[in-house]
């Protein structure tokens, strides 16, 4: 929408697609990505002053997971809301997450409202069994870990770039590669790749 200015550095102020505002519940994860698991941790913004968040997830035009409410001491976990729910997905969906909000002031409002959606394609894809290269993806990330180790900030790293890669919807497992990243960040802060 515009570009903001941070540190003599200009930054287009919406990121990773979609609307992103401090007052809107928006979604954190899993947004734009591919997915390996039924199992997802759905992740989003908390807005001040909430009273009840909604959620229900869609794929292929149904509801798969249907109209959920939640009270924010259940989910919230500082600047952002998350709850972990188990879907039975299937290759090739488009799946999407609708977040619905009733603040402290009884306005209320949704992910999906014209006035809280860009109309940006969020969806997140179920790919099982994933291949780069003609290799199993999980193939090749233990082959990083027995090289560079498990939590070191290289192996961090390098898996995070590992599943960044575009594959199927020309997607990458960017949910995951950013929780890597996240990690890096927390657990070597210092590190020259977490500098980076």
Known sequence: NWIVDIDGVQRLNIQRGG?????????ISPRGTLVRSNEIELRWNVPLEVR????????????????????????????F????????????TAYTVEICVAFENLLQGCTTDPGWSTG??????????????????????????????????????????LLSQPGN??????????????QLLVNFPDS???QA
């Open 19 to 27: 609307r992103q505002d401090a007052n809107i519940p928006y979604l």
């Open 52 to 79: 009840e968040y909604r959620i229900r997830v869609f794929g292929g035009g149904a509801e798969v997971f249907p109209l959920t409410s939640f009270a924010p001491s259940d989910v919230e976990h500082g600047e």
């Open 81 to 92: 809301a998350s709850t972990a729910i188990t879907l039975d997905l299937q290759p090739t």
């Open 120 to 161: 940006t394609n969020l969806a997140f894809y179920y790919v099982p069994n994933p291949q780069l290269g003609g290799q199993l993806l999980s193939t090749l990330e233990q082959n990083i870990v027995a090289q560079l180790g498990v939590d070191t900030p290289e192996s961090l790293y390098a898996r995070a770039v």
């Open 169 to 182: 919807h020309s997607l990458g497992f960017n949910s995951e590669g950013i929780d890597l990243i996240n």
């Open 192 to 194: 020259a790749l977490a």
